[in-house]
């Protein structure tokens, strides 16, 4: 969930707001989610509130970067799935070059950390990450092992930044990570030459910095984006394809339920498959919400939910067995006298 615009937090700075526990190791980096445009393709509809697979568009983009130390989107604040941190260009709709400054800014200022945090630099302040990964918040198929992809491109080189390539070979600089500091020297230099952002185009960042270039062997849908309505719908249809679909839908569920856990979906499976046959069908949801609930007493988490899962299995399993032996050995019933 995110804060509330208008609290008291707003005094604290767009970084510190935005810190996710998830990003507060060693391999830190931090995200940029450029979500202010205008959608003029889409009839100037709120493009990144637009639902694909029930989640709307910038909350895949930021589940995708869920391990970033902190996550600012460029945007008017919005509620999200999880916390973030908001700015927005000046003047609003300056472009990408004016939204990406802006979020480099809100990026740019250390802010105090707790005492579990990272190691701090001087004055007990948190060293900000210099890597950044950049993100439109158009891309409903993006996850975050892409985004790992990409950060382990980087690792090791001296290149300022290394962003996707798509399947007919077209530079995506909305999907990259790259380095702050070669962020602020570029946009610098073309604030300094043409005395504003605003109105200019992407592809002078893209001109004046090192890249490493790569592909997803994996997902080459990573860097598909939603500009039209024939692409929101042929988005929509994917997710409902049969190989897809079942995990948009749980994590649809734990989305709108609040629930960050991951847990084995094969063993829930298997048990609702064996209620069903060994028991009644309707007993397959019953049982599942009930071993939902029995891991939710015990304290929640993965090994919760696949204990109180076994138990439910081997009650299954005996209620069927059971039902096999009928009045045979074992199962024949008192005499009635």
């Known amino acids: 969930m995110t804060e509330a615009v208008g609290q008291p937090e707003q005094r604290r700075s767009p970084t510190d707001r935005a810190l996710g526990a998830a990003g507060r190791g060693g ?3 931090d ?9 003029r393709r889409l009839g100037g509809t709120d493009k990144p509130g637009v639902r694909v697979g029930g989640r709307a568009l910038l909350d895949r983009v930021l589940a995708a970067c869920a391990g970033a130390r902190a996550t600012i989107v460029v945007a008017e604040p919005r509620p999200t799935a999880r916390p973030v941190g908001w700015a927005r260009e000046e003047p609003p709709g ?9 979020g480099v800014q809100a990026l740019s200022t250390p802010v105090d950390e707790p005492p579990n945090g990272p190691p701090s630099g001087p004055g007990g302040r948190a060293t900000v990450p210099d890597l950044v990964v950049v ?18 491109t980087l690792d090791g080189t001296t290149a300022d930044g290394a962003l996707l390539s798509d399947a007919d070979g077209r530079d995506q600089p909305l999907v990259a990570v790259y380095r702050k500091t070669a962020l602020q020297r570029v946009l610098g230099a073309l604030k300094a030459e043409h005395g504003s952002l605003s109105g200019l185009p992407l592809r002078l960042l893209t001109r004046d910095l090192h890249l490493t270039r790569i592909t997803d062997p994996v997902d080459p ?8 309505w024939d692409d929101i719908a042929a988005a929509r249809s994917r997710i409902r394809e049969h190989g897809h679909v079942l995990d948009e839908w749980i994590t649809a569920a734990k989305d709108e339920l609040g629930i960050d856990l991951d847990v084995d979906t094969g063993v829930l499976l298997d048990l609702a498959r064996d209620a069903a046959h060994g028991v009644a069908r309707p007993a397959a949801p019953l049982t599942t919400f009930l071993v939902g609930y029995a891991a939710a007493q015990a304290g929640g ?12 299995v081997a009650l299954a399993d005996r209620w069927a067995k059971e039902a096999e032996s009928g009045a045979g050995p074992g199962g024949a019933a008192p005499d009635a006298g």
């Open 27 to 29: 391999d830190a980096y």
């Open 31 to 39: 995200a940029l989610v450029l979500a202010g445009g205008a959608a």
């Open 94 to 102: 300056g472009g990408p070059l004016a939204a990406l400054d802006a």
């Open 301 to 312: 988490g993965p090994e919760a939910v696949a204990a109180a899962a076994a138990k439910a």
């Open 221 to 228: 849908v990573a860097s598909f984006d939603c500009d039209t």
């Open 135 to 152: 993100l439109s918040a158009d891309l409903p198929f993006l996850a975050e092992r892409t985004v790992r992809l990409l950060r382990d």
